[in-house]
């Protein structure tokens, strides 16, 4: 909140009306704070999937921990049919220093998918993984096209 915010979109008073609230810029960011006051930024309300029981899940908490895990360079977490899917990128590079075959990488991720899932409460399991044979479509500024694979 401040002068330095925006005074909202140009000819667009609908998005304007809900980016700024009372003066304040609403970003989407929901964020929890500990005990010390550090907040945290657990993801994006617009990413949030409703999970079965009606629990929150942030899927960018599963992708950071999931993207940390060897041979992965970059993932998603999406919603089909009530089942969370991990879209996995292997890391291609170190996959072909190490000789990997397909199949060893294929392997690797599945393991990974079940420490993570031995990691994850039982409503944020990931029940499915597809191995991405092509990057991610980014934006301009290095975000995935979060988007173009929700279908």
């Known amino acids: 909140k401040g002068d330095n915010v925006m005074k909202g979109y140009y000819k667009n008073q609908e998005a304007t009306e809900s980016s700024l609230i009372d003066g304040w810029l609403n970003t989407g960011d929901i964020c929890t704070a500990d005990s010390d006051g550090f907040l945290y930024i657990r993801g994006r309300d617009k990413n949030m999937i409703l999970g079965p029981s ?4 942030y899927p960018e908490e599963i992708e950071m ?7 992965v360079s970059e993932s998603l977490i999406i919603d089909r049919e009530g089942k969370l899917i991990a879209l996995v990128y292997p890391d291609v590079d170190n996959t072909k220093r190490q000789h990997l075959s397909d199949k060893e990488v294929a392997d690797i991720i599945s393991q990974n998918i079940k420490n993570l899932n031995s990691a994850l409460p039982a409503y944020s399991h990931i029940a499915d993984v597809k191995i991405m044979t092509e990057e991610f479509e980014k934006t301009p500024k290095r975000s995935i096209k979060r988007y173009m694979y929700q279908h």
């Open 54 to 57: 009606g629990q929150n899940i």
């Open 65 to 71: 921990q999931l993207n940390a895990m060897p041979y």
